[in-house]
């Protein structure tokens, strides 16, 4: 048989991790420096040049 749970405990222990995931990425997302995030928006900004220069444009 089975082990019995108690779903309320069950139930907000998910809400703490689910909290606790969602500070993390925050925490990633806005404790970086401005070096840090500069180097981040050219990494990007360059990506999507080299998409662009790689497009086929349609010709008819």
């Not at 749970?5 to 998910?14: E, G, I, P, Q």
């Not at 993390?24 to 981040?40: D, I, L, P, V």
């Amino acid at each position: 048989m089975g082990e019995v749970v108690n779903l309320r405990l069950a139930r907000k222990a998910a809400g703490r991790a689910a909290k606790a995931g969602e500070a993390a990425a925050n925490r990633a997302r806005h404790g970086r420096t401005k070096a840090e995030c500069a180097a981040t928006a050219a990494e990007a900004a360059r990506a999507a040049r080299l998409l662009h220069g790689a497009r086929r444009d349609e010709q008819d």
